[in-house]
T-cell receptor, first 115, second 119 residues
Framework: AQKVTQAQTEISVVEKEDVTLDCVYETRDTTYYLFWYKQPPSGELVFLIR??????QNEISGRYSWNFQKSTSSFNFTITASQVVDSAVYFC????????????FGAGTQVVVTP | NAGVMQNPRHLVRRRGQEARLRCSPM?????VYWYRQLPEEGLKFMVY????????ESGMPKERFSAEFPKEGPSILRIQQVVRGDSAAYFCASSPPFIIPGQGNYGYTFGSGTRLTVV
């Protein structure tokens, strides 16, 4: 069975601080996919990144970076120099090759960035 | 290239009425998925459909909920005799039948959701 754990319910930071969101996953599959989505107050789901299990290279996109470590089954997400517009709920999700279109979501982490 | 279209955006129903939520997948996508997000919770998978076929309905409540994806037209999530506990955001996603190389998001796209309120 697949499981995604986002232990942090809410993180509050002041603008320009860095914030790291943890994501720990469980799966028996050797090939799987990990995702991060952002849900701003307006409610839509915004795709941020997808990672394949066979690609452990970390990724940076602007102020966002992701650290994928298979050894610890973690796929953490860091926002550098946070801004008020980063305030949102962030979801980590997992899918596997036997049900690749079916995402298992974590509970989400609410990020609150204050000026 | 329009994204996944869901309508209505907001839906209010009285207890006991029926709710019909529509999802038009992206062009070229033949797979549709429905998810439910209860207040203050994450998204939970409900059902996975291909045209005229239910592939996986392991997340669907046993009663009152049904889904279809006909040969022509949008996918429909139908909730009969709604109760207050059905109030939630319902998201639809679509994908192609296989992974398309180079598609960063894995070819998996969400709609903006339908917010159902049962009064």
């Amino acid at each position: 069975a697949q499981k995604v754990t986002q232990a942090q319910t809410e993180i509050s930071v002041v603008e320009k601080e860095d914030v790291t969101l943890d994501c720990v996953y469980e799966t028996r599959d050797t090939t799987y996919y990990l995702f991060w989505y952002k849900q701003p107050p307006s409610g839509e789901l915004v795709f941020l990144i997808r990672r394949n299990s066979f690609d452990e290279q970390n990724e940076i996109s602007g102020r966002y970076s992701w650290n994928f470590q298979k050894s610890t089954s973690s796929f953490n997400f860091t926002i550098t120099a946070s801004q008020v517009v980063d305030s949102a709920v962030y979801f980590c999700a997992l899918s596997t090759t036997d049900s690749w279109g079916k995402l298992q979501f974590g509970a989400g982490t609410q990020v609150v960035v204050t000026p | 290239n329009a994204g996944v279209m869901q309508n209505p955006r907001h839906l209010v129903r009285r207890r006991g009425q029926e709710a019909r939520l529509r999802c038009s997948p992206m062009k070229g996508h033949s797979h549709v998925y429905w998810y439910r997000q209860l207040p203050e919770e994450g998204l939970k998978f409900m059902v996975y459909l291909q045209k005229e076929n239910i592939i996986d309905e392991s997340g669907m409540p046993k009663e009152r909920f049904s889904a279809e994806f006909p040969k022509e037209g949008p996918s429909i999530l139908r909730i009969q005799q709604v109760v207050r506990g059905d109030s939630a955001a319902y998201f639809c996603a679509s994908s192609p039948p296989f992974i398309i190389p180079g598609q960063g998001n894995y070819g998996y796209t969400f709609g903006s959701g339908t917010r159902l309120t049962v009064v």
